[in-house]
Nanobody
Framework: QERLVESGGGLVQAGGSLRLSCAAS????????MAWFRQAPGKAREFVVY????????DYADSVKGRFTISRDIAKNTLYLQMNRLKPEDTAVYYC??????????????WGQGTLVTVSS
């Protein structure tokens, strides 16, 4: 059973930065694609970015391209999301997920509990 634990959320002013972390158990990074999704209040969960199991494929949602960067530390079994130039519309609960790798949440079988990011204007 894979276990994912997010951290790093918080309150930040528009234009600021945050780095989210997702600590994974086991061999998650060696066998699964990893992704970040987010869910704003009253809205459906939406894709943010994913990285393929071998790191060769990275796909960003247009809304975050050029501002967010996904990375991973295999030795630490940790996935990161560096978020720069944050906007109020980035406010959401951010989820880490492990799965087959796509923009579709149904392709991910393991999910973290989420971490809240609030961007004030």
């Amino acid at each position: 059973q894979e276990r994912l634990v997010e951290s790093g959320g918080g309150l930040v002013q528009a234009g600021g930065s945050l780095r989210l972390s997702c600590a994974a158990s086991g061999r998650t990074f060696r066998t699964h694609a990893m992704a970040w999704f987010r869910q704003a209040p009253g809205k459906a969960r939406e894709f943010v970015v994913y990285v393929g199991w071998n790191g060769s494929m990275i796909d960003y949602a247009d809304s975050v391209k050029g501002r967010f960067t996904i990375s991973r530390d295999i030795a630490k079994n940790t996935l990161y999301l560096q978020m720069n130039r944050l906007k109020p519309e980035d406010t959401a609960v951010y989820y880490c997920a492990a799965g087959t790798g796509s923009r579709w949440s149904r392709e991910y079988e393991y999910w973290g509990q989420g971490t809240l990011v609030t961007v004030s204007s």
